[in-house]
């Protein structure tokens, strides 16, 4: 069963970047569709950012197109968020997870949090 682990969030002031990162471990990734999703405070998780086995298809939220970028790297065995362009509406804890669906996805990791905030 694999493993998920992010990393790489933080405080940062509107307008600027971070890069999140879904690390695996006890499997490999590569057989895997990868989810990002975000949880702000008193709302659903919804969906972020998704990319299929290979990396070559992606799907994005309307609310980060054009911001957000999601990359994989399976000899690393970990997929990439890059987020660019920080909204205060960005803050959330920021989930991984196997799968593109939030109700069908499994395997979440703990979560790192993204704060967005001058």
């Known amino acids: 069963q694999v493993q998920l682990v992010e990393s790489g969030g933080g405080l940062v002031q509107p307008g600027g970047s971070l890069r999140l990162f879904c690390a695996a471990s006890?499997?490999?990734?590569?057989?895997?569709?990868i989810g990002w999703f975000r949880q702000a405070p008193g709302k659903e998780r919804e969906g972020v950012s998704c990319?299929?086995?290979?990396?070559?298809?992606?799907y994005y939220a309307d609310s980060v197109k054009g911001r957000f970028s999601i990359s994989r790297d399976n000899a690393k065995n970990t997929v990439y968020l890059q987020m660019t362009s920080l909204k205060p509406e960005d803050t959330a804890v920021y989930y991984c997870?196997?799968?593109?669906?939030?109700?069908?996805?499994?395997?979440w990791g703990q979560g790192t949090q993204v704060t967005v905030s001058s």
């Open positions: 997870a196997t799968g593109c669906n939030r109700d069908q996805a499994t395997n």
């Open positions: 006890r499997a490999t990734l590569d057989s895997y569709a």
């Open positions: 990319i299929n086995t290979r990396g070559r298809s992606t």
